[in-house]
C-alpha cells in the first residue's frame, strides 16, 4: 500500500491551446466531434501533425458522416490564434494534406456489436487505464495540474478577449506550479515558470507583471505567499513558437491530459478516438469511479486501474490504491463495492457516460484537447452523483463505515 510522505514539493505543468501538440488534439477531437454528431457510430481513430506552414491530418475513419475535413481542420486552427501569416503557421496559410482510409475489418469485428445482440461489444485494444481523485482542490484534483491549468487558460482569455489589453501575447505558451506538501495536503506555491510567446516589441516587464496579476487570480491566497520563486520566458525571450517553432503531434500531452504526473498512466492517448477505443472511454470512467469514491467519504485519495484485452467485453482485473487514506480496513474491499454500483464494460461505459451524444449534452471532445481532459464539470465524468450509492453498497455488503 502507498503511503502518504510526511513533506515534500510537487511539481505539475500545463500547455497553452496554442502549443503545437494541443493543436493537433484539437484537430483530431474536431474531426471526431464532426463525425459522431451526425454518425453517433462513426469509429475514428484521427493523428494530426503541424510544421512550418504545414497540416496533416490522418488515421482511420470508418463513418456515414459528410465531413469536409479541410474546414474543421482551418476552424480549429483559426479559433486558437493562428491567424497571422508573419508566424509561419496560419488557418488560411497553411499547407494542408488529408490521409484517411477506412478503420481495419479486424479491429472491427471485436467492438461491434452483432445485429442479434449474440456478440456483445469487446475493448477496441488490449491495455490498462487510470483514474485518479484527491479531496486537496474542489475539482478533486491534484493542486499542482489545477492550477497551471488556471494559468494558461487565464492567459489564453486574456489574449482573445475584444480589445485585449495585451496584444503582444501569441498563441503558443506554457505553465508550471511547484507546491510544497505537508502529510499529504497542499501548504503553499513554491514556484511558478510561465514560458509566453509574444511579439518582437514586447517588454519582458509587461509580461512579468501579468504572471504575477494571473497567478494571484487563480491561486487561492493562501497558497500563494511573499516568497514564491517566479521564472517567466527564462531563456529571455519567446518569440518563435507555435509549429514554426516545434512540430505537433496528437497524443504527446498524456500527463498535461490527466493528473500532472500523480498517480499512474496506462500510456494511451485520448484525443482522436473515438469511445470504443478504452484508452479513451475506460480511463473517463476511472475517473468517474475514483471521484465518487472520494466524494462519497470511503477515501481521501484514490487510484482506480483496469484492463481489458481487445475484442473482450469484461475487464480483466480492477485495482483500487488509496494511498492509505481509506475507511475501509482493505482497500480490496472497495473494488467489491464498486463492482456492485458500476459496470466497467465498454458498451456500459459509453452509455453511462452518454459518450456518442456529447453535442446533446452540451460539450463536445474538442473542448477536453486543450486545459486536461479531467477537473472540469461540463464533463459528465466529473459527476459526483453515484457518492450515495457506493455507501449504500458498502453498508448492503456489510462493511463499517
Given at each position: 500500500?502507498?503511503?502518504?510522505?510526511?513533506?515534500?514539493?510537487?511539481?505539475?505543468?500545463?500547455?497553452?491551446?496554442?502549443?503545437?501538440?494541443?493543436?493537433?488534439?484539437?484537430?483530431?477531437?474536431?474531426?471526431?466531434?464532426?463525425?459522431?454528431e451526425?454518425?453517433?457510430?462513426?469509429?475514428?481513430?484521427?493523428?494530426s501533425?503541424?510544421?512550418?506552414?504545414?497540416?496533416?491530418?490522418?488515421g482511420?475513419?470508418?463513418?456515414?458522416?459528410?465531413?469536409?475535413?479541410?474546414t474543421?481542420?482551418?476552424?480549429?486552427?483559426?479559433?486558437?490564434?493562428?491567424?497571422?501569416?508573419?508566424?509561419?503557421?496560419?488557418?488560411?496559410?497553411?499547407?494542408?494534406?488529408?490521409?484517411?482510409?477506412?478503420?481495419?475489418?479486424?479491429i472491427?469485428?471485436?467492438?461491434?456489436?452483432?445485429?442479434?445482440?449474440?456478440?456483445?461489444?469487446?475493448?477496441?485494444?488490449?491495455?490498462?487505464?487510470?483514474?485518479?481523485?484527491?479531496?486537496?482542490?474542489?475539482?478533486?484534483m491534484?493542486?499542482?495540474?489545477?492550477?497551471?491549468?488556471k494559468?494558461?487558460?487565464?492567459?489564453?482569455?486574456?489574449?482573445?478577449?475584444e480589445?485585449?489589453?495585451?496584444?503582444?501575447?501569441?498563441p503558443?505558451?506554457?505553465?508550471?506550479?511547484?507546491?510544497?506538501?505537508?502529510?499529504?495536503?497542499?501548504?503553499c506555491?513554491?514556484?511558478?515558470?510561465?514560458?509566453?510567446?509574444?511579439?518582437?516589441?514586447?517588454?519582458?516587464?509587461?509580461?512579468?507583471?501579468?504572471?504575477?496579476?494571473?497567478?494571484?487570480?487563480?491561486?487561492?491566497?493562501?497558497?500563494?505567499?511573499?516568497?514564491?520563486?517566479?521564472?517567466?520566458?527564462?531563456?529571455?525571450?519567446?518569440?518563435?513558437?507555435?509549429?514554426?517553432?516545434?512540430?505537433?503531434?496528437?497524443?504527446?500531452?498524456?500527463?498535461?491530459?490527466t493528473?500532472?504526473?500523480?498517480?499512474?498512466h496506462?500510456?494511451?492517448?485520448?484525443?482522436g478516438k473515438?469511445?470504443?477505443?478504452?484508452?479513451?472511454?475506460?480511463?473517463?470512467?476511472?475517473r468517474?469511479?475514483?471521484?465518487?469514491?472520494?466524494?462519497?467519504?470511503?477515501?481521501?485519495?484514490?487510484?482506480?486501474?483496469?484492463?481489458?484485452?481487445?475484442?473482450?467485453?469484461k475487464?480483466?482485473?480492477?485495482?483500487?490504491?488509496?494511498?492509505?487514506?481509506?475507511?475501509?480496513?482493505?482497500?480490496?474491499?472497495?473494488?467489491?463495492?464498486?463492482?456492485?454500483?458500476?459496470?466497467?464494460?465498454?458498451?456500459?461505459?459509453?452509455?453511462?457516460?452518454?459518450?456518442?451524444?456529447?453535442?446533446?449534452?452540451?460539450?463536445?471532445?474538442?473542448?477536453?484537447?486543450?486545459?486536461?481532459?479531467?477537473?472540469?464539470?461540463?464533463?459528465?465524468?466529473?459527476?459526483?452523483?453515484?457518492?450515495?450509492?457506493?455507501?449504500?453498497?458498502?453498508?448492503?455488503?456489510?462493511?463499517?463505515i
Open positions: 500500500m502507498s503511503k502518504i510522505r510526511a513533506e515534500h514539493v510537487f511539481t505539475s505543468e500545463s500547455v497553452s491551446e496554442g502549443h503545437p501538440d494541443k493543436v493537433c488534439d484539437q484537430i483530431s477531437d474536431a474531426v471526431l466531434d464532426a463525425c459522431i451526425q454518425d453517433p457510430d462513426s469509429r475514428v481513430a484521427c493523428e501533425l503541424v510544421t512550418t506552414d504545414m497540416i496533416v491530418v490522418s482511420e475513419i470508418t463513418t456515414h458522416a459528410d465531413v469536409v475535413w479541410e474543421v481542420t482551418r476552424d480549429v486552427v483559426r479559433s486558437i490564434g493562428y491567424n497571422d501569416e508573419a508566424l509561419k503557421f496560419s488557418a488560411d496559410g497553411a499547407k494542408l494534406m488529408i490521409c484517411i482510409h477506412s478503420q481495419s475489418a479486424d472491427s469485428m471485436g467492438v461491434t456489436e452483432s445485429t442479434n445482440k449474440e456478440k456483445e461489444q469487446g475493448a477496441g485494444d488490449q491495455g490498462m487505464m487510470f483514474g485518479y481523485a484527491t479531496n486537496e482542490t474542489e475539482e478533486l491534484p493542486a499542482p495540474i489545477v492550477y497551471a491549468h494559468i494558461v487558460q487565464e492567459f489564453a482569455r486574456l489574449r482573445k478577449q480589445g485585449s489589453k495585451y496584444p503582444f501575447l501569441r503558443d505558451a506554457k505553465s508550471q506550479v511547484s507546491i510544497r506538501y505537508i502529510d499529504g495536503k497542499p501548504v506555491v513554491e514556484a511558478i515558470v510561465v514560458s509566453h510567446q509574444h511579439t518582437p516589441e514586447a517588454k519582458m516587464e509587461d509580461l512579468e507583471a501579468l504572471v504575477k496579476v494571473v497567478s494571484q487570480k487563480v491561486i487561492p491566497a493562501p497558497l500563494l505567499g511573499k516568497d514564491v520563486k517566479y521564472f517567466v520566458n527564462p531563456t529571455g525571450r519567446f518569440e518563435i513558437g507555435g509549429p514554426h517553432g516545434d512540430t505537433g503531434l496528437t497524443g504527446r500531452k498524456i500527463i498535461v491530459d493528473y500532472g504526473g500523480v498517480g499512474s496506462g500510456g494511451g492517448a485520448f484525443s473515438d469511445p470504443s477505443k478504452v484508452d479513451r472511454s475506460a480511463a473517463y470512467m476511472c468517474y469511479v475514483a471521484k465518487n469514491i472520494v466524494a462519497s467519504g470511503l477515501a481521501e485519495k484514490c487510484e482506480v486501474q483496469v484492463a481489458y484485452a481487445i475484442g473482450v467485453a475487464p480483466l482485473s480492477l485495482n483500487v490504491d488509496t494511498y492509505g487514506t481509506g475507511k475501509l480496513d482493505k482497500d480490496e474491499d472497495l473494488e467489491k463495492i464498486i463492482r456492485e454500483v458500476f459496470d466497467m464494460r465498454p458498451s456500459s461505459i459509453i452509455k453511462t457516460l452518454e459518450l456518442k451524444h456529447p453535442h446533446k449534452n452540451g460539450w463536445c471532445y474538442k473542448q477536453t484537447a486543450a486545459y486536461g481532459h479531467f477537473g472540469r464539470s461540463q464533463f459528465p465524468w466529473e459527476k459526483t452523483n453515484q457518492a450515495q450509492a457506493l455507501l449504500d453498497a458498502a453498508k448492503r455488503l456489510g462493511f463499517k
